[in-house]
């Protein structure tokens, strides 16, 4: 082997393999042999590092350990099974090559250089086991095994030790490695278990805009024994110990209501849809499953607590708490607290801590990354810290971020890779234990919000971390901070974290459609807040970096909140005329709400105040559902010609409710030139009424006359001068 060569061998090594004198190394039947003399022991070469990308990119075949068993052995004669398969990705066969075990008789001293060795960086102590291998065709795939003890491996102490597994060819030059970690946890020896904490959560994105009608139909797809939510639902139906469950009830929500017959829109579309069988089974076996378990709910629809907190939507956070609280305790059948809390990626600033505490949050989980150690530590802190916010102290816990990340191995990896994820999860909490063996502490793991998990592997992982003597599971709640915590910088909250936030312009929009929202609740006599969880389900973190894909929800939202806005109108008539200087304006109100009484104000104003004014009215309306209440508006005119005059509706606290009406009033000035008019006609009448009666009075005959005295002769007035008919 030249010298390249031997320092490519260690460093890109993955398993270390048992010397030939105490590592039985057993080949499966008719894949590898031993071949006399090959077996060989000797120290690890030493040198520079290279990393793993630049390995990888010169490997001509893939080493897969499919089993480690047991995962973590006690006893020193116990034996281990290592067993997997190497497979050939070039065109042309090997001949003359050798799988080797690989391995190192001290124990990593903390998980710094776990992640070193994890990375391809070189073991100082190191043995080596060669085994010889006849050929392996191109394309070819051959299985391996080797059977050891801890004796045989030189492990002596409860640590966590390194395994390599490589293939080398001929000249000794490495053609494929892969590393792995064995945990060693002597029966003899004392162990301070280590709590642990799993939060696991339930989420999704939201599915409908207005409670009435869903956008899509992904949540059915989600729910499905292959989709997201199913994947999630067979881990819940698994009890596992020290497993606490995170729900967003905006996903129970949507699931009753796909649980009935639903309306369905895409584009400009509306479907009647029947109930979907597949969500309500879902719906009842998720109940179920978290019927004994600890269950905590998220604000409904999981918004973005820190963009809100930024972008003026003050009452959103302790809105979606308080429905969260409601809509969860309803739907799974038992109390359900909202007291701890989960933000969006564990990061938090202190603007949206203190709304969190104002809305009676006392915990918060977070990444360790979000409240580190000050100075750094060598060793794994507890996971439970405080933090002072406006309304005292708030308990803060802290998932560690390498376990978390373990949990999010899907089923559709590489081939092995949920072997070594589960290999290197015993491991990190091992290490944990063993860097402060005398001090019991606690740790978290908690996977991101909207985990696609693959079940076996997280159950199986669940059982084995239950089982290992190192670990105590426990409920997420019994964590408390120690009362000599370690000190810890500030929040850390980067331009990173606030540039990933909801976008101030989106929210700016979600703003505007929630202020006239608001106004639906305010003018109704309960002030029944219907478009609550719509709003909600607009500054969900779903959205982030996605806001586009919550247009269907804010186009329905806002048609939903007009449409009720518009359910209250005013009718005018286009044009009233003022016959004179003072008139009346009639007006119409309209409550076409069915069921909700209504109280508006009514503003009413002159486009011309010098030529029209108004007078007094009422302006605090009260109308019953379906009914319209109908106003006389006194006005008074000050001259000839016309201006508009605008009827605007108001909440009671005087804001604008919906848009104003108009309607244009003309002043005639008439009523004086009529009453000249009529009364000169009057009195001409008058007066001819008079002269009638006093002619007629000269024509009547004397009543008495002289005795013996004959009376005058009547003698008739001439034609000309007889009067016609009144």
Same mark, same amino acid.
């Given at each position: 082997?030249?010298?390249?060569?031997?320092?490519?061998?260690? &460093?890109?090594?993955?398993?270390?393999?048992?010397?030939?004198?105490?590592?039985?190394?057993?080949?499966?039947?008719?894949?590898?042999?031993?071949?006399?003399?090959?077996?060989?022991?000797?120290?690890?070469?030493?040198?520079?590092?290279?990393?793993?990308?630049?390995?990888?990119?010169?490997?001509?075949?893939?080493?897969?350990?499919?089993?480690?068993?047991?995962?973590?052995?006690?006893? /020193?004669?116990?034996?281990?099974?290592?067993?997997?398969?190497?497979?050939?990705?070039?065109?042309?066969?090997?001949? @003359?090559?050798?799988?080797?075990?690989?391995?190192?008789?001290?124990?990593?001293?903390?998980?710094?250089?776990?992640?070193?060795?994890?990375?391809?960086?070189?073991?100082?102590?190191?043995?080596?086991?060669?085994?010889?291998?006849?050929?392996?065709?191109?394309?070819?795939?051959?299985?391996?095994?080797?059977?050891?003890?801890?004796?045989?491996?030189?492990?002596?102490?409860?640590?966590?030790?390194?395994?390599?597994?490589?293939?080398?060819?001929?000249?000794?030059?490495?053609?494929?490695?892969?590393?792995?970690? &064995?945990?060693?946890?002597?029966?003899?020896?004392?162990?301070?278990?280590?709590?642990?904490?799993?939060?696991?959560?339930?989420?999704?994105?939201?599915?409908?805009?207005?409670?009435?009608?869903?956008?899509?139909?992904?949540?059915?797809?989600?729910?499905?024994?292959?989709?997201?939510?199913?994947?999630?639902?067979?881990?819940?139906?698994?009890?596992?110990?020290?497993?606490?469950?995170?729900?967003?009830?905006?996903?129970?929500?949507?699931?009753?209501?796909?649980?009935?017959?639903?309306?369905?829109?895409? @584009?400009?579309?509306?479907?009647?849809?029947?109930?979907?069988?597949?969500?309500?089974?879902?719906?009842?076996?998720?109940?179920?499953?978290?019927?004994?378990?600890?269950?905590?709910?998220?604000?409904?629809?999981?918004?973005?607590?820190?963009?809100?907190?930024?972008?003026?939507?003050?009452?959103?956070?302790?809105?979606?708490?308080?429905?969260?609280?409601?809509?969860?305790?309803?739907?799974?059948?038992?109390?359900?607290?909202?007291?701890?809390?989960?933000?969006?990626?564990?990061?938090?600033?202190?603007?949206?801590?203190?709304?969190?505490?104002?809305?009676?949050?006392?915990?918060?989980? &977070?990444?360790?990354?979000?409240?580190?150690?000050?100075?750094?530590?060598?060793?794994?802190?507890?996971?439970?810290?405080?933090?002072?916010?406006?309304?005292?102290?708030?308990?803060?816990?802290?998932?560690?971020?390498?376990?978390?990340?373990?949990?999010?191995? /899907?089923?559709?990896?590489?081939?092995?890779?949920?072997?070594?994820?589960?290999?290197?999860?015993?491991?990190?909490?091992?290490?944990?234990?063993?860097?402060?063996?005398?001090?019991?502490?606690?740790?978290?793991?908690?996977?991101?919000?909207?985990?696609?998990?693959?079940?076996?592997?997280?159950?199986?992982? +669940?059982?084995?971390?239950?089982?290992?003597?190192?670990?105590?599971?426990?409920?997420?709640?019994?964590? %408390?901070?120690?009362?000599? @915590?370690?000190?810890?910088?500030?929040?850390?909250?980067?331009?990173?974290?606030?540039?990933?936030?909801?976008?101030?312009?989106?929210?700016?929009?979600?703003?505007?459609?929630?202020?006239?929202?608001?106004?639906?609740?305010?003018?109704?006599?309960?002030?029944?807040?219907?478009?609550?969880?719509?709003?909600?389900? +607009?500054?969900?973190?779903?959205?982030?970096?996605?806001?586009?894909?919550?247009?269907?929800?804010?186009?329905?939202?806002?048609?939903?909140?007009?449409?009720?806005?518009?359910?209250?109108?005013?009718?005018?008539?286009?044009?009233?005329?003022?016959?004179?200087?003072?008139?009346?304006?009639?007006?119409?109100?309209?409550?076409?709400?069915?069921?909700?009484?209504?109280?508006?104000?009514? %503003?009413?104003?002159?486009?011309?105040?010098?030529?029209?004014?108004?007078?007094?009215?009422?302006?605090?309306?009260?109308?019953?559902?379906?009914?319209?209440?109908?106003?006389?508006?006194?006005?008074?005119?000050?001259?000839?010609?016309?201006?508009?005059?605008?009827?605007?509706?108001?909440?009671?606290?005087?804001?604008?409710?919906?848009?104003?009406?108009?309607?244009?009033?003309?002043?005639?000035?008439?009523?004086?030139?009529?009453?000249?008019?009529?009364?000169?006609?009057?009195?001409?009448?008058?007066?001819?009424?008079?002269?009638?009666?006093?002619?007629?009075?000269?024509?009547?005959?004397?009543?008495?006359?002289?005795?013996?005295?004959?009376?005058?002769?009547?003698?008739?007035?001439?034609?000309?001068?007889?009067?016609?008919?009144?």
């Amino acid at each position: 082997m030249t010298r390249g060569a031997a320092l490519i061998s260690v &460093l890109t090594a993955a398993f270390l393999i048992a010397p030939a004198a105490v590592a039985s190394a057993a080949i499966a039947p008719g894949a590898v042999t031993s071949a006399p003399g090959k077996a060989s022991t000797s120290t690890a070469e030493t040198g520079k590092g290279v990393t793993r990308a630049a390995a990888s990119s010169r490997q001509d075949a893939q080493i897969v350990v499919d089993s480690i068993t047991p995962q973590a052995p006690r006893e /020193p004669s116990a034996p281990i099974l290592i067993s997997g398969s190497v497979t050939n990705t070039s065109a042309i066969a090997f001949a @003359g090559v050798s799988v080797r075990l690989r391995f190192s008789r001290q124990p990593f001293a903390n998980r710094t250089e776990m992640q070193t060795f994890a990375d391809g960086g070189q073991i100082l102590d190191s043995s080596r086991s060669t085994v010889y291998v006849s050929q392996l065709p191109a394309s070819g795939k051959l299985p391996w095994e080797f059977s050891v003890t801890p004796a045989s491996l030189g492990m002596l102490r409860f640590g966590v030790y390194p395994l390599t597994i490589e293939l080398v060819d001929a000249t000794g030059r490495q053609v494929a490695a892969q590393r792995t970690f &064995l945990p060693y946890a002597p029966k003899d020896q004392p162990i301070t278990r280590t709590k642990i904490a799993w939060a696991l959560p339930i989420v999704d994105q939201p599915h409908r805009g207005d409670d009435a009608t869903f956008v899509d139909d992904g949540l059915r797809q989600a729910v499905a024994d292959d989709g997201r939510l199913g994947k999630v639902l067979k881990i819940a139906e698994t009890p596992s110990k020290g497993v606490s469950w995170f729900v967003d009830p905006a996903v129970l929500d949507d699931a009753q209501a796909m649980s009935k017959d639903y309306s369905l829109k895409t @584009g400009t579309t509306t479907t009647r849809k029947t109930a979907d069988q597949g969500v309500a089974q879902w719906l009842r076996r998720l109940r179920a499953s978290l019927a004994k378990v600890p269950v905590t709910a998220t604000p409904y629809a999981d918004p973005d607590v820190t963009a809100v907190s930024h972008q003026g939507l003050d009452t959103a956070t302790r809105t979606a708490i308080d429905k969260g609280a409601s809509v969860a305790t309803d739907l799974l059948g038992k109390e359900v607290g909202t007291a701890t809390n989960w933000p969006v990626g564990g990061v938090i600033d202190h603007d949206a801590l203190d709304a969190l505490a104002v809305a009676d949050v006392r915990t918060v989980l &977070l990444a360790s990354t979000t409240l580190p150690a000050n100075p750094p530590l060598t060793y794994t802190p507890d996971a439970a810290a405080s933090l002072e916010t406006v309304q005292g102290t708030v308990n803060v816990l802290l998932a560690d971020p390498v376990l978390s990340q373990i949990l999010t191995t /899907p089923g559709t990896s590489a081939p092995g890779a949920t072997t070594l994820a589960g290999q290197r999860f015993l491991a990190e909490t091992a290490m944990i234990s063993a860097e402060r063996s005398e001090e019991s502490r606690a740790v978290v793991a908690a996977p991101p919000r909207r985990w696609n998990p693959d079940p076996a592997f997280v159950t199986t992982l +669940l059982k084995a971390a239950a089982s290992a003597p190192w670990l105590k599971p426990v409920s997420l709640s019994s964590i %408390k901070p120690p009362k000599a @915590g370690v000190p810890r910088t500030d929040l850390v909250y980067t331009d990173k974290d606030e540039q990933a936030e909801l976008a101030k312009s989106y929210l700016a929009g979600v703003k505007k459609l929630s202020d006239r929202a608001e106004l639906t609740a305010t003018v109704t006599k309960d002030h029944r807040r219907v478009f609550d969880t719509a709003l909600l389900r +607009l500054t969900s973190t779903a959205w982030r970096g996605r806001t586009g894909s919550a247009s269907p929800l804010v186009k329905q939202i806002d048609s939903a909140v007009s449409e009720r806005t518009s359910a209250i109108s005013v009718s005018t008539g286009e044009q009233r005329t003022l016959a004179g200087k003072n008139g009346i304006v009639p007006i119409s109100i309209r409550n076409d709400l069915q069921d909700e009484e209504v109280t508006v104000g009514v %503003k009413i104003t002159s486009g011309n105040r010098r030529l029209l004014t108004i007078g007094t009215y009422e302006t605090l309306v009260t109308i019953s559902p379906g009914k319209t209440r109908s106003l006389d508006i006194p006005m008074t005119g000050n001259g000839d010609g016309q201006t508009k005059v605008k009827v605007q509706l108001t909440s009671e606290s005087g804001a604008r409710y919906g848009l104003p009406a108009e309607v244009t009033v003309r002043m005639t000035g008439y009523t004086a030139i009529v009453l000249v008019i009529v009364g000169a006609a009057l009195t001409v009448v008058l007066a001819a009424a008079m002269l009638r009666v006093l002619r007629r009075h000269a024509r009547r005959p004397a009543k008495t006359r002289t005795a013996g005295q004959a009376g005058p002769r009547a003698v008739p007035e001439p034609a000309q001068h007889r009067e016609g008919p009144s």
